[in-house]
């Protein structure tokens, strides 16, 4: 299991991870309505993406609101796709395990 990454084991980075990997920019709001968090809990699990180099936050404005953007970074992207390999890895080896042992 050496593949799994570290920073996908939360399912709450994962989710946004795979929200973002739909996309090439999503807006913080969207992100966290879709992934059902507050704002506190995107926020922290947005940076902890982020210092692990797979999300990148932008700010903004959109006229005079200011605004979030997250984006997949493609190192994020690059480490999603290994996560999720990994995972179908265990499934597979799991699904050669379990008729092996059919009677």
Same mark, same amino acid.
């Given at each position: 299991?050496?593949?799994?990454?570290?920073?996908?084991? =939360? =399912?709450?980075?994962?989710?946004?991870?795979?929200?973002?990997?739909?996309?090439?920019?999503?807006?913080?709001?969207?992100?966290?309505?879709?992934? @059902?968090?507050?704002?506190?809990?995107? =926020?922290?699990?947005?940076?902890?993406? @982020? =210092?692990?180099?797979?999300?990148?936050?932008?700010?903004?404005?959109?006229?005079?609101?200011?605004?979030?953007? %997250?984006? !997949?970074?493609?190192? &994020?992207?690059?480490? %999603?796709?290994?996560? !999720?390999?990994? !995972?179908?890895?265990? /499934?597979?080896?799991?699904?050669?395990? &379990?008729?092996?042992?059919? /009677?």
């Amino acid at each position: 299991m050496d593949g799994l990454d570290e920073a996908f084991r =939360s =399912s709450t980075r994962l989710r946004i991870a795979a929200f973002l990997s739909g996309c090439d920019e999503a807006e913080f709001r969207a992100v966290q309505e879709y992934c @059902e968090l507050t704002a506190p809990t995107l =926020s922290k699990h947005a940076a902890a993406l @982020e =210092s692990a180099g797979y999300v990148e936050v932008r700010k903004g404005h959109v006229g005079k609101t200011p605004r979030t953007w %997250l984006t !997949l970074t493609d190192n &994020g992207r690059a480490a %999603l796709a290994g996560h !999720l390999a990994e !995972l179908q890895n265990i /499934a597979v080896t799991a699904a050669r395990h &379990g008729n092996d042992h059919r /009677a």
